[in-house]
C-alpha cells in the first residue's frame, strides 16, 4: 500500500475532524523483498528492512503536530522471514506498534507465551525496538463483512493476523484515553487526577507499562537463530515490553481498590539544550506487598520527524536512570544497550523485588 502525502492530508486529518482520538490501522508496506523470494509458496527469501520513508516520515510528522492523537500500527505479519520485518508506518517513532501473540491455549484455557510465528519482528531499520507491545491475534473471533458496502449483517468468523491484534490494542488504548479523562486513579470517578486532553505519549506508557513479560520462545518453523536469543530480554525485539493486560494499570474488579501504586507526569519540559541537563524525583517505596509485581518505570516522548530516510530516526536522546539509597542503578532498556540507549524515544526500567528504601530517578538529556 502506498498513500503518499493522503495519510496526512486526507486520513488522519479526516479521523481527526470527525473526533477521532485514537486510530488503528492494520496495514503497513512490507519489507523490500529479493527475486528469489518464496514467501507466497511458503519459503523464507531474504528481505531488506522497511526504511523511514514518506509514510513513517510523514507519519511522525503528524505525531508531532497532533499530540493528542494516538496512532496505533501493525507490526505486520512476515515474521518468518526473521528478524528485521516491521513493517512501515509500523516503524515511525510516535506511534504504538503492536505485535501478535497466540492468545489462549486451546484445551487449557491459561495465555500463551509465544509471539505468533508470522509477527513481523525486530528491530527497526535502525536498531529501535519494535514492537512496542504484542496482544491476541490467533483464532480471535471477530466481525465478518462478504464486501458489500451497506448491506446489514451480523456475522463473525476467526481471524488471525495483525489485523487482530492491533485493534484489539488500540481498543486498550482508547480504554486509557477514558480512564485518564475521566478520573479513575482512586478506584472510583471522582476525576482525581483527570487529564482531559491525554497526549499520546502518556497513553504509549500506559499501555507499555501494563505489559505482561513474556519470553516464550517464537513459534519459528524455520533455522532463524535469532528468534529465541531476541526474546530473552525485557523489552525485547519479538515481544516488546509484552502482552498488553490492561488490570496491571486500572480497576476493573470490585471493590474497585487499585492494586498498584501509580504516578505519572506529563509537565516536565527542558528549557536547554544543555549536555546531561536533568530532571529529577524522588520517592520511596515502602512496604512490598506482593512480590511478583515488579517496580516499573516508562519514559516515552513524542520526538520530533527525522528526514526522509535517515539511518537513525531519533532526533531528541533522553535517557532514563534510577539509583536507590544502596547503590543499584538501573538505566533504560539497559537488557538491550551496554550502556545508554541511544536509538529509541521509549525507555524502560524493569525491577523486579523492589527494595524498600529511598528511589531517585533521573530523565538526562
Known amino acids: 500500500i502506498f498513500l503518499g502525502h493522503q495519510l496526512t492530508a486526507k486520513y488522519y486529518k479526516e479521523a481527526l475532524a470527525a473526533g477521532a482520538r485514537v486510530h488503528s490501522s492494520s496495514w503497513g508496506t512490507s519489507p523490500i523483498t529479493g527475486p528469489d523470494d518464496a514467501w507466497g509458496a511458503g519459503g523464507y527469501g531474504p528481505r531488506v528492512e522497511a526504511a523511514y520513508n514518506l509514510h513513517a516520515r510523514d507519519t511522525d510528522t503528524w505525531g508531532w503536530q497532533h499530540k493528542e492523537y494516538t496512532m496505533v500500527f501493525s507490526a505486520g505479519n512476515d515474521g518468518r522471514r526473521g528478524a528485521r520485518t516491521i513493517s512501515s508506518p509500523g516503524n515511525a517513532k510516535n506511534v504504538i506498534t503492536v505485535g501478535t501473540q497466540d492468545g489462549i491455549v486451546p484445551g487449557k484455557g491459561t495465555v500463551s507465551q509465544d509471539v505468533s510465528d508470522f509477527s513481523s519482528t525486530g528491530p527497526a531499520f535502525d536498531g529501535r525496538t519494535k514492537p512496542d507491545v504484542v496482544a491476541p491475534g490467533v483464532a480471535v473471533r471477530s466481525a465478518y463483512s462478504n464486501g458489500f458496502m451497506y448491506k446489514e449483517e451480523c456475522q463473525t468468523t476467526l481471524h488471525s493476523g495483525g489485523s487482530v491484534s492491533t485493534p484489539i490494542a488500540a481498543g486498550c488504548a482508547v480504554l486509557l484515553r477514558q480512564f485518564l479523562r475521566e478520573g479513575w486513579l482512586s478506584g472510583v ?154 536509538l529509541n524515544n521509549v525507555e524502560g526500567i524493569n525491577v523486579q523485588n523492589p527494595l524498600p528504601g529511598n528511589y531517585q530517578l533521573h530523565v538526562v538529556l
Open 189 to 342: 470517578m471522582d476525576g482525581y487526577g483527570a487529564i482531559q486532553v491525554p497526549r499520546s505519549d502518556l497513553i504509549k506508557a500506559l499501555l507499555i507499562a501494563s505489559g505482561d513479560v513474556i519470553h516464550g520462545k517464537k513459534s519459528l518453523d524455520f533455522n532463524d537463530p535469532v528468534g529465541e536469543a531476541l526474546n530473552k530480554t525485557w523489552p525485547s525485539r519479538i515481544a516488546g515490553y509484552g502482552l498488553v493486560n490492561l488490570q496491571n494499570v486500572m480497576v476493573f474488579d470490585k471493590p474497585m481498590v487499585p492494586q498498584y501504586d501509580m504516578w505519572f507526569d506529563t509537565t516536565g519540559v527542558f528549557t536547554t539544550h544543555a549536555s546531561n541537563a536533568r530532571y529529577t524525583w524522588c520517592f520511596s517505596v515502602l512496604n512490598v506487598v506482593d512480590k511478583t509485581k515488579p517496580l516499573r518505570v516508562i519514559l516515552a516522548w513524542v520526538d520530533y520527524p527525522a528526514t526522509l530516510f535517515s539511518s537513525i530516526a531519533l532526533v531528541t536522546d533522553l535517557d532514563l536512570i534510577l539509583f536507590n539509597d544502596v547503590g543499584q542503578t538501573w538505566k533504560g532498556n539497559q537488557d538491550l544497550f551496554t550502556n545508554t540507549d541511544h
